[in-house]
């Protein structure tokens, strides 16, 4: 049995092709929501703009870090830090200069989060430009950030854990 051709194509040939492309977006579908899981949904979808070199358009006075830690600490409410955990994502508060404030050791961590607050254990990859305004303080700025408005989510700053304020793992 012989089938007609459309536009010269065998009917089966088409199908195949159509079949192919098919597959090819629920592939795509599928990768994109294994990435969505590993690294989050934005809330509003505000990423801050990555710096590429050339002139510093972030940073404090004193520049980029020239060494920083790969593990630092920010201090918190116990509530938002299990937020920021479980969402991987910061909200901006009234720092000056706009930016996720860290410390590098967790003495410091705990004057900021007070005696009922928690401590986010954060995981910094190398490749993120960190400012370093004074010792032990290390800070990623975000120019434009609207103040206790939008959550913003850093690539290569990944929350890693909760600790309580005397030190004990929560999550």
Same mark, same amino acid.
Request: proline content about 7%; hydrophobic content about 40%.
């Given at each position: ?11 089966? !040939?088409? *199908? %195949? ?5 098919? $597959?090819?977006i629920v592939v795509g +579908? &599928?990768?994109?929501?294994? @990435? ?19 002139? !510093?358009? *972030? %940073? ?5 870090? $020239?060494?920083?830690?790969?593990? +630092? &600490?920010?201090?918190?409410? @116990? ?93």
């Amino acid at each position: 049995m012989t089938f007609p051709s459309v536009n010269g194509r065998r009917p089966l !040939t088409v *199908l %195949g092709t159509v079949m192919l492309i098919i $597959s090819v977006i629920v592939v795509g +579908l &599928y990768v994109l929501s294994e @990435l969505m899981k590993t690294h989050g949904v934005p809330r509003r979808g505000n990423f801050p703009i990555p710096n590429f070199g050339g002139r !510093t358009t *972030l %940073g404090a006075s004193s520049g980029y870090a $020239s060494f920083q830690p790969t593990t +630092l &600490y920010h201090g918190t409410s @116990l509530q938002n830090a299990f937020e920021i955990y479980n969402s991987g994502m910061w909200l901006v508060g009234d720092s000056k200069p706009s930016a996720v404030w860290m410390v590098d050791n967790f003495a410091a961590a705990k004057s900021y989060s007070g005696a009922n607050g928690g401590i986010v254990v954060v995981s910094v990859d190398p490749s993120v430009r960190l400012t370093h305004p004074r010792a032990g303080v290390f800070i990623y700025e975000i120019p434009y950030a609207r103040r206790w408005e939008e959550y913003y989510q850093i690539p290569g700053m990944r929350p890693i854990g909760v600790l309580d304020f005397n030190g004990n793992r929560v999550m």
